[in-house]
């Protein structure tokens, strides 16, 4: 709501920079605490921990929708409130609440793709590298998941639909072309550490990825309206 105080652009702009370092800094050191924590056994309550950056972005998020008023930007909130869950699934309970925790971020993708359409036709042919990646990952995990084959799949699908989506839609950019990736590179080392091979410090190399992911989402989500300001 202080964001309405202002009267000008200008004056928008310059406070959204601001609270955007600030929150960033928030944010870095949150991740690097936990990222660090990832090399020591695990301890209670550490879900709180690992979902501080998480509330930092959804944070930052809201006050920019608080600005934008955009039905997708509400849609991409979601989308971020869905990943936190995923964290606390995924972290509270590793083994039995693992697929609570794949369920909330599939939905998460869902809310994502639906924030970045329109879609346009430019970049096509990328699209095949993305479909390549994706069956040669899931052709390696797929004899290690068991009864997970089906969910696994699906969310592989999801996931590389989001990724696919940051290069198709008209919100196009750096940042999220980079989200997508680096999403689709985290979920992998998951994927390859749980179902294949255990990947010496995975837990390290998939926080880090995913943090990021999750940063460059959100700073491609609103950097267009950051531009126009």
């Given amino acids: 709501m202080i964001f309405q105080n202002f009267s000008n652009k200008n004056n928008i702009k310059e406070n959204v920079v601001i609270m955007t370092k600030l929150q960033l800094n928030f944010f870095i050191i949150f991740a690097g605490v936990f990222i660090a924590s990832t090399f020591f056994n695990s301890y209670p309550l550490s879900w709180i921990l690992k979902l501080l950056p998480i509330l930092v972005l959804i944070h930052f998020s809201w006050q920019q929708l608080l600005l934008t008023r955009e039905s997708t930007h509400k849609l991409f909130i979601v989308g971020l409130i ?101 999403f689709i590179l985290s979920d992998s080392l998951i994927g390859l550490d749980k179902f294949y091979l255990e990947i010496p410090y995975a837990s390290f190399w998939i926080m880090t990825t995913y943090y990021f992911a999750q940063f460059s989402l959100v700073k491609g989500m609103f950097e267009q309206k950051q531009r126009l300001a």
């Avoid at 509270?92 to 970045?116: E, K, P």
């Fill in 82 to 182: 869905f990943s936190g869950l995923g964290d606390f699934f995924l972290d509270y309970d590793r083994v039995n609440w693992f697929v609570f925790g794949l369920g909330s971020f599939l939905v998460a993708h869902l809310f994502y793709i639906f924030s970045l359409k329109p879609l346009t036709l430019k970049r096509m042919p990328i699209i095949v590298l993305y479909c390549l990646y994706g069956t040669g990952m899931f052709s390696v995990i797929y004899a290690g998941l068991g009864e997970l084959f089906i969910p696994v799949l699906i969310y592989m699908t999801v996931l590389l639909l989001m990724g696919i989506v940051t290069l198709l839609s008209q919100k196009s950019n750096t940042w999220l072309i980079i989200g997508g990736i680096s």
